[in-house]
Structures are given as C-alpha cells and as structure tokens.
C-alpha cells in the first residue's frame, strides 16, 4: 500500500481560452483527463482528497472565456502511477 500523506503535492497547470459557452462542461472534463495522465506518465498520482481548480472568465472585448485549471498530485514513481 502506498502511503500519499506526507509527501509533497505538486500542482500541474493548463490556461487557455473556450470560444463556445456550450462546450465549457465537456472541454473542463477531457482538460482534466489529459492532465492526469501527463500526470501519470510522470509518476504522479492524483490527489483524490483535492478537487481540481477551473475557473473562468468572460473576456467581453474579444468575446471568449480564458481558464485556468489546476489539479494536485503526489510523486509515487513511473511504475506505480499507470
């Protein structure tokens, strides 16, 4: 059994823009997919004790939203994070 407390909690980010309102659900999903399993092939494991951090906000002069997603891991090496 592998023990996560205690150890230190490393933060992997992503920022960007959404054009479509309609797709901000669907899009904060599969950007959290993605970052867990960057996450993963660096030998972290995701910390299921802190939710992932998206925001966003409405930029009205170009019409978009910019977002910044933040989730949370924890070093277990390579082998044990797949």
């Known amino acids: 059994m592998v023990n996560l407390h205690h150890k230190p909690i490393k933060i992997f ?3 960007g823009i959404i054009k479509d309102d309609a797709a901000i659900g ?3 999903t599969e950007y959290i997919r993605i970052l867990t ?4 092939d660096n030998g972290y494991a995701l910390r299921l004790d802190i939710d992932p951090d ?3 906000q409405y930029n009205s002069k170009h019409e978009y939203f910019e977002f910044n997603l933040s989730i949370y891991g924890t ?3 390579r082998k044990k994070s797949k």
């Open 54 to 56: 998206f925001t966003i």
């Open 13 to 15: 980010k992503l920022a």
């Open 26 to 28: 669907r899009l904060r």
């Open 75 to 77: 070093y277990i090496g």
């Open 37 to 40: 399993q960057d996450m993963r």
